[in-house]
């Protein structure tokens, strides 16, 4: 039976399946900043690797690295509105925590049914600070940071580290998350049961064989299980 279920953070307990590349896309169009999506990109990557490589990022709280990450993506498209930069940071940070007090919830709930909880993210250091600022750390038996363990997905090695600081046996855990090649992928690998969040909009699976639950919503997720239960155990 499946004792321990671990979740990606960033696109998966922040949201619902939607890439913060997606995200960021969607609301420089909303607010009139018609860019081709390669640029998007190009500014989103470069704020990305800055991230993971700043000390002060390795200690922020959701709102500073959204502001710090927002100010490099303009910075990388020389843009200077300021308007445009606050509507980045509120627009992105609203939705995230309205998804974070959900799966909160959600979190407890499973929990209380007796799973073992526990996050494994490419991180930049502050994973747990985030975990502990969505309020998701009272309900998490491990926190697996990439930057603080030297280890990345999607290199199995981080879901058997994760394993094994729950208790070893990755056949008994479930790992669910919104990429397939980062999460899916290599913890199927590992010999982890699979949830794959596709979102809402509809996203061709590389390989359903290596999918165990597949999850339009991560509210989804304990229904999910329970009509799973006989194919999980």
Known sequence: MIRAIVFDLGGTLDGDGLHWLDRF?????????????????????????????????????????????????????????????????????????????????????????????????????NVAKLCADFGYTPFLSVIVDSRRVGLFKPDPAIFLYAAKKLGGDPGTMMMVGDSFDRDVLPAKKVGMKTAWLEG???????DQSLVDLRLRRLADLPAALSAASLALA
Not at 87 to 103: T, V
Not at 200 to 206: G, I, L, M, V
């Open 25 to 125: 896309a969607a609301l420089y169009e909303n607010f009139g900043v018609r860019l081709p999506r390669e640029i998007v990109r190009g500014a989103f990557d470069q704020a990305e690797r800055r991230s993971s490589l700043d000390e002060n990022i390795s200690s922020s709280n959701f709102a500073e690295m959204i502001g710090q990450h927002v100010q490099w993506q303009l910075a990388h498209l020389g843009l200077t509105d300021r308007r445009l930069e606050q509507n980045l940071i509120e627009g992105f940070i609203a939705p995230a925590r309205q998804a974070a007090a959900a799966n909160a919830q959600l979190l407890a709930d499973l929990v209380a049914r007796g799973f073992q909880l526990g996050v494994v993210s490419n991180g930049c250091g």
């Open 200 to 206: 809402t909009a509809s996203r061709e699976c590389p």
